[in-house]
């Protein structure tokens, strides 16, 4: 799981609140080499785009059928300014398939 496996979900599951499928990416890497850590965010963005566009995420999780959808980082370290900055860019790419992102710490 993690950044360490770009092809690999970390965590799926639906909030009982509201309904919304939450694809987790688990993020326990530090920010010391910042070009580093946003490649691997960037594969598994586009990982997580992927199992989406492709409907993988609908044989694998039905329950995901007609909901709204969000991935979430949940990252061990602070995120910096240029993370920050490239959440917001991958969030607009996100909307554009209906998919929300949030980031939380630990």
């Known amino acids: 799981m993690s950044l360490d496996n770009s092809e690999v ?3 799926i ?3 009982a609140r509201d309904g919304t499928v939450v694809l987790s990416i688990i993020d326990g890497w530090d920010w010391d080499d910042e ?3 946003l490649r691997a965010l960037q594969d598994k963005f586009n990982a997580y785009f992927g199992f989406v566009e492709s409907k993988q995420i609908y044989e694998v ?3 995901a059928d007609g909901k ?3 991935i979430d980082i949940i ?3 602070p995120i910096p300014q240029r ?3 490239f959440l917001e860019k991958v969030s607009a790419v ?3 398939l209906n998919i929300a992102v949030a980031h939380r710490g630990l």
């Open 9 to 11: 979900v970390d965590a």
């Open 13 to 15: 599951g639906t909030e």
């Open 35 to 37: 070009q580093r850590h």
């Open 61 to 63: 999780y039905p329950e």
């Open 68 to 70: 709204p959808l969000r």
């Open 75 to 77: 990252s061990r370290f």
């Open 83 to 85: 993370g920050l900055a």
């Open 94 to 96: 996100a909307a554009q």
